[in-house]
């Protein structure tokens, strides 16, 4: 079967760093999204890693180990308006589906 | 401007009544999927379809129906809604690369209450 975890809920302060796990077990697996979301909106595309290593994307860096079946999500500088939930979701080989985790959410607090 | 919408944003209706909620994309994406969204269980995908025609279940099909006869267009239709579907529901639509999916693009999502 296919199951992804991330921590429920996260707390930082503006201006520091976070960083937000997420640790999957499927078969098949091709490669792993990184959404973010705010209340009631719809998720938009922060990354997307394929092979291992870091991504960094502005304040922004995913880090995939396909070994460990381990990903993160680093948010560096942290905003205000970074507190939203982040969704980790992976697409795999022998299916069509993006599956997703149930997401982290995450306040900053000033 | 590249977008995915949905119509209505939001419905409240009641048992029973059939109902569909329409999907377009701008994009050209061969890829189109419903999801909805619930507290404490995150996305969970509903039907998606890889290209006109070819539709397939995702992981809660159960009272839910689709089609997609016109690339730019996936209609999720209910066609008795119970309130187990009251949800928040969103298409999202993606390019085909190499026989897999590539970034998903979201619409605004559609608040729905049946009663």
């Known amino acids: 079967g296919q199951n992804i975890d991330q921590p429920t809920e996260m707390t930082a302060t503006e201006g520091a760093i976070v960083q937000i796990n997420c640790t999957y077990q499927?078969?098949?697996?091709?490669?792993l999204f990184w959404y973010q979301q705010h209340a009631g909106e719809a998720p938009t595309f922060l990354s997307y890693?394929?092979?291992?290593g870091l991504e960094e994307k502005g304040r922004f860096s995913s880090f995939l180990s396909r070994s460990k079946g381990y990903s993160y999500l680093l948010l560096k500088e942290l905003q205000m308006k970074d507190s939203a939930s982040y969704l980790c979701?992976?697409?795999?080989?022998?299916?069509?589906?993006?599956?997703f985790g149930t997401g982290t959410r995450l306040q900053v607090f000033p | 401007e590249a977008q995915v919408t949905q119509n209505p944003r939001y419905l409240i209706t009641v048992t029973g009544k059939k109902l569909t909620v329409t999907c377009s994309q701008n994009?050209?994406?061969?890829?189109m999927s419903w999801y909805r969204q619930d507290p404490g269980l995150g996305l969970r995908q509903i039907y998606y379809s890889m290209n006109v025609e070819v539709t397939d279940k995702g992981d809660v099909p159960e009272g839910y129906k689709v089609s997609r006869k016109e690339k730019r267009n996936f209609p999720l239709i209910l066609e008795s809604p119970s309130p187990n579907q009251t949800s928040l529901y969103f298409c999202?639509?993606?390019?085909?690369?190499?026989?897999?999916?590539?970034?998903?693009?979201f619409g605004p999502g559609t608040r729905l209450l049946v009663l």
């Open positions: 890693n394929v092979l291992d």
């Open positions: 999202a639509s993606s390019l085909v690369g190499d026989g897999l999916q590539e970034t998903q693009y």
């Open positions: 499927t078969s098949g697996f091709n490669g």
């Open positions: 994009m050209n994406h061969e890829y």
């Open positions: 979701a992976v697409t795999t080989y022998n299916t069509d589906k993006l599956i």
